[in-house]
């Protein structure tokens, strides 16, 4: 009889063991707040994870205040305003990247975009088409050649005005896993307003699986990115844009002509373990075009990767991620 | 007890376990429960499956109102004071789909019980600039 009930007992441990096992996952810790003018998603896993992601949106939260133009007290509002021509090591070490970036896509990225930008009232919401000859005079002040940045001394001609939007995602991203990492977390992935970045691997040891947005429809995705520390980025049209008289108006200016670039590409997706790079260069290839995209990475292979869609939906892979995506559409591989 | 007794028993718990263990994690992802969060702040939770007759819930921020349409099943932002309306072109929340979002407004839309995606993460969602 003892014997029979030693039996029992261990056969119903098991038992618990076997309903037990699903929720065995490692401690998960999230955190959603908006700043930046989008939406932050953060999680990180271990033990550490919470602590981390706490610091993490300070680190946001104070980037937020450093660089954002829509708020008035911002180094680069004041730089703007003609109000100062010093900024702090941190501002200037990130304008430096600014223009480096600029002068790498040969002004596709530009960092002096944002009269323009904000003429079509990207910035305000309150979109307008502007006037042939508004562009043209405000033109003349666009061009990163005529910034320059001398330690923490700024200089530019009146008129031109600097805005960190195009790579200030990508530094919080990249400034938010130092945090998490400086907090003991080794499994994080955060999202800023769309622009994916994983710290590690999954708590698992597997690679994060990261879609990437359909601009047809954003609810859903076109592919999916196998990838590990590394972040990755997706510019489009269809993210901002507002229409009048029939026609589509979308965000992503091209800084030569002033209009929405319009180089026939839907969607520009970068991956790299530069979250800086990653940023200027995704809005850099969809100004562009895919033949200037697929030089730029021929001479920056072992910088970066990329994923375009072209309007008539092919899909366009670099050969150093191409066997870590898979999609369902027609899709070439770029090869050096 | 005879041994036939002590089989059926361990028969039938592990029947049960086994069952729970397919269909409970199954049963919680599909959950029919919305969170409405304004800025982080939980306003509302809504079941779908039991709403029986179309109602409207405005909520207020910074860029106007965002006028939300809960009904059978479904819900959706039907209109908004601001101009981009990508609340509102986002259609219905879909099952695992993207959360409902008005970035001028924080306002936030989203399933209690998130379903779970072959994804960990999806880029370009309510990209700022």
Redesign the interface.
Known sequence: MAK?TGI?LI??AL?LL??G??GGESQKSTD???A????M?L?AYGKNGAAGITAAETEINRLDALLSVGNADSEIARLDAGQTTTVSEETAALLKRALAVSKMTDGAYDCTVYPL?SAW???S???RVPEASEIETLLQNVGWEKVSVDGTAVSMPAGTQLDL??IG?GYASAQAKKVLQDAGVTSA?V?L????S?LGH?PDGSN??????DPAD????FG?LETADKC?????G???Y?EQDGKTYW?ILDPETGYPADSGIL?A?VVSSDDVLSDGLSTALFVMGLDKAEALWRENSDLFDMILMTSDRKVYITSGISDDFTTELDCEVVRP | MKTRT?ILI?AA??LV??A??FF??KLLQTGSEVGIYQ??ELLKTVDLSKVTATTTMTVSGS?GDNVIEISPGSICVRSAG???Q?CVK??PL?AG??PI?C??N?L?IRWMQQAE?????????????
């Open positions: 029979r029992t056969f119903a038992l076997l309903c096992c699903s959603e707040f908006f930046m003018d989008t939406v998603d999680t930008v009232g990207f910035f919401g309150d979109y939007g195009g995602k992935i999202s307003g769309g622009n994916i994983a999954k994060w699986t990261v879609a990437i947005q954003t609810s859903t995705y999916l990755v980025i997706t510019s489009g269809y993210q901002r507002f965000h969607s997706t | 002590w361990f718990l592990l376990c086994l729970a263990w409970l994690p800025d982080g860029a601001c101009p981009d990508t986002h259609g879909k789909g993207t979002i970035l001028p924080k936030v995606t072959e994804y960990d993460a999806m880029t370009g969602t309510e990209a700022a600039s």
